[in-house]
């Protein structure tokens, strides 16, 4: 059976983090999303938030971020929930760090001392911040889909090739023969 909520009973506020990206090469569009956990299957959408053409590194770690900054202005203390190795590698492993994460891994790091936050990673079956990625993934291909269908052209009956008419001519003029022959 699946674990629901996480139940650690640090008496922190459990806020799920993830990080998506949608589109093709070149053309990304990230989102971050940070997730409060309030005894429903849901969760409360803390923020859900564009932040334009990023990795989902990137997207992943201001997702942690905006929960960091959310602790700090309700001055509360927060169990960070993510899904992404890399943070918790970054954080608490000694992972090796690529240049373009380190301003990312840095403020992180820094909003943590001050909230005296704890982050830890949970497969993405147990991540609520997932499950409402999953939900827009979802509603954006369909929506993709109805787009799609409206800027088809109606389909009228099909139009028949020339082989076809020469075809039916040729039917035609062999029974107006026979006709004219039984007459």
Not at 155 to 175: C, G, I, P
Request: proline share 1%.
């Amino acid at each position: 059976m699946k674990k629901l909520f996480h139940d650690c009973h640090c008496g922190r506020l459990h806020m799920y983090c993830d990080g998506q990206v949608f589109g093709k090469s070149g053309a990304w569009d990230g989102y971050a999303t940070v997730v409060i956990e309030n005894g429903t299957l849901d969760g409360e959408l803390h923020a859900y938030r564009s932040i334009g053409n990023r990795t989902v590194n990137e997207c992943e770690y201001t997702a942690v971020i905006l929960a960091l900054e959310y602790a700090m202005t309700r001055r509360e203390h927060v169990h960070i929930i993510t899904d992404s190795l890399l943070i918790q590698g970054h954080l608490r492993d000694g992972y090796k760090c690529k240049v373009t994460l380190v301003p990312y891994r840095d403020k992180v790091a820094r909003l943590m001392r001050e909230t005296e936050a704890v982050v830890e990673w949970m497969g993405r079956d147990f991540n609520l911040a997932g499950w409402s990625n999953e939900r827009v993934l979802l509603e954006r291909a369909r929506d993709k889909r109805e787009r799609e269908r409206a800027q088809r052209p109606v389909r009228h009956r099909r139009q028949r090739s020339t082989k076809e008419q020469q075809v039916e001519r040729r039917l035609m003029a062999r029974a107006e023969r026979y006709e004219d022959a039984a007459v």
